[in-house]
């Protein structure tokens, strides 16, 4: 198991899916966590619950990704109850499932504030507060190779976040700082499988090598992975977990 013993993190969205996910395995590796949340505070404090069954430290932290005052708040309350922050891991997001033609101007808008501009807002805010040689992992899609029909402005977010990544590693990387993205296919969530029949999300499952979806472990232990001291020479890299589904 890679060893976080000492070190702390932050992670955007976990109190559902693949962040709860995340906040749980970097828990087990050794590493306190920041549960951040935009609304849901009793499944946030159930993440917490269970970091702490198992003896790690957690603390639950309500902040809207896209504000940056609350962003400056975020990193405060991990910085003064923990310490210095050294991993962060951007997987707050929303997705909505229409053809161009039908996008409003609210829902572009929506999608860009949380996907995009929370994701440039945490990694302005970790240029100064992330500690050298720390980690950053931000969560994009495989719908980015995949071009699906009704996936335009949420792919062109994510796009958005994957060009942000590389740029920004070159930018921070003289502090030792490592950027990348993980991007998964299909994931058993609630955020993948609402509105989805069961033959929709088998014609998908069928799509990947292992004929099925994935679950939040199997994205967990790649952000794990990029945020130990192992993969220390992996930095603008975009990482498909995503079962050969592309």
Not at 21 to 29: D, G, P, R, T
Not at 111 to 129: K, Y
Not at 201 to 216: K, N, T, V, Y
């Amino acid at each position: 198991m890679h060893n976080l013993n000492g070190k702390t993190a932050i992670i955007t969205g976990a109190s559902r899916g693949i962040g709860a996910s995340i906040a749980k395995a970097l828990a087990a590796a050794g590493a306190r966590v920041v549960v951040n949340y935009a609304q849901n505070q009793i499944a946030a404090h159930h993440v917490i619950s269970a970091i702490q069954a198992e003896g790690g430290e957690a603390i639950a932290y309500q902040a809207d990704v896209s504000q940056t005052i609350e962003v400056k708040a975020l990193f405060d309350t991990a910085i003064q109850h923990f310490g210095d922050v050294h991993i962060l891991v951007n997987n707050a997001a929303i997705m909505t499932n229409h053809a161009l033609v039908d996008t409003t101007d609210a829902d572009f808008d929506q999608i860009f504030a949380i996907n995009v501009r929370g994701v440039f807002n945490t990694l302005r805010e970790s240029a100064h507060r992330l500690a050298s040689n720390g980690r950053i992992i931000n969560l994009s899609t495989t719908v980015t190779r995949l071009l699906l029909p009704h996936y335009g402005a949420y792919a062109a977010s994510k796009g958005a976040v994957e060009q942000l990544s590389r740029v920004f590693a070159k930018e921070i990387g003289s502090r030792g700082i490592t950027v990348n993205v993980v991007s998964p296919g299909p994931t058993h969530t609630e955020l993948f499988t609402h509105g989805k029949s069961e033959e929709t999300i088998q014609r998908l499952a069928a799509m990947s090598a292992f004929g099925r979806i994935a679950e939040p472990e199997d994205i967990a232990r790649v952000v794990v992975f990029l945020a130990s001291d192992e993969a220390a020479w992996v930095t603008g890299q975009n990482i498909g977990a995503n079962g050969g589904f592309a």
